[in-house]
């Protein structure tokens, strides 16, 4: 692609970097911003610059925070003693929409997965076990993505904390509410069935 | 949505107001933003900001450049004596792309829309008005897209060049190289079937 201004150049350029943006988008989100008052351009910046050089991740549950610890953790109303273990922070925005969940988190910052390159060691999984081993815990819940990736970490976070005596349990996997049978995978079906849950729980819960 | 963080929803809210990018999307895109070195928020922050604020419009022709004059207007070996009409910086730059284009270009900046509150005199069209009556142009070549704005745009622009005695020509309408002929709209086969070209024409140019 060629361009008339190397100042568009640069920007769709830097643009393109973005996941699932190609020149094309990026040209045109350019000659939008250019369409646009200044001032658009001038806080959509600041506020990104704002955002990348300010951001803090919480000490305890390594959430985005604008604090050192983030609102979830610093709620003393909160059950402190049961952690969900989530793979980013976007799970922690999905569980927290749901107002069903009372306990706080912990985000992983990512699954392992050999093929990316991403080890246990690049996870935050040691704070995770120290919190773990320092007793105040009672219930973990992985509530990982149900991938290979998933699977592993969940896997390997279990065998460090198995002998800690805490329950550890996982989000359930079944039909989604509102799907038909006949479509879903088999897998999802065939586990729906083994954990299947009494009857009375399913309406007493709403 | 959510945000555990204001630096995050602000960023957010700036990036949702580009075309075709929700919150969800924006979200993604600034957690990507978060991962990536902090570099590359300030690269793509400052080409945002330099674009928007730096940017000229070239005096002659509209389109964009980083000088007074855009480099198409400011090259003498092209033939300023051929304007072709587009409606924005994108249809020069995919003219230029083809190869085929000597002449120089002049750009609307949009097309004539009642609907959306477009009228002629947000147009660059007094511009070109003054360019044909100078004397200079021999030929203008109408490429605005073949919709209903840009057709009233093209009739507007010929009602008040016709009498200069230039010619006045517009870009060929026809089936696309490669295209089969039976899935054609009719509108589009009728009109290559009344503006056919002489078979010598079309391994000539090539």
Redesign the interface.
């Known amino acids: 692609?060629?361009?008339?201004?190397?100042?568009?150049e640069?920007?769709v350029?830097?643009?393109s970097?973005?996941?699932?943006?190609g020149k094309r988008?990026a040209?045109?989100?350019?000659?939008?911003?250019?369409k646009q008052p200044?001032e658009?351009?001038?806080?959509?910046?600041?506020?990104?610059?704002?955002?990348?050089?300010?951001?803090k991740f919480c000490e305890s549950c390594h959430?985005?925070?604008?604090t050192r610890v983030?609102?979830?953790c610093a709620n003393l109303a909160r059950n402190h003693q049961t952690i969900c273990i989530v793979e980013?922070?976007?799970d922690?925005?999905a569980i927290?929409?749901t107002g069903q969940y009372k306990g706080i988190y912990h985000v992983l910052g990512g699954k392992i997965s050999p093929i990316e390159g991403v080890g246990p060691s690049q996870l935050n999984i040691t704070t995770l076990v120290e919190k773990v081993k320092s007793g105040k815990v009672v219930e973990i819940i992985f509530a990982l993505s149900s991938t290979m990736e998933g699977d592993t970490t969940n896997f390997y976070i279990y065998k460090q904390i198995a002998d800690s005596g805490i329950i550890i349990s996982t989000i359930a996997r079944g039909i989604s509410v509102g799907d038909e049978l006949e479509y879903a995978d088999e897998v999802t079906l065939g586990r729906s069935i083994l954990n299947r849950v009494p009857f009375e729980k399913t309406f007493k819960n709403n």
Chains 1, 2 share one sequence.
């Open positions: 692609m060629e361009f008339s201004s190397k100042l568009i640069k920007a350029n830097e643009m970097q973005l996941p699932g943006i988008t040209l045109r989100l350019v000659l939008h911003l250019l200044k658009q351009t001038r806080f959509l910046s600041q506020a990104l610059l704002n955002m990348r050089e300010d951001i959430n985005i925070s604008d983030c609102e979830i980013d922070v976007r922690v925005m927290e929409n």
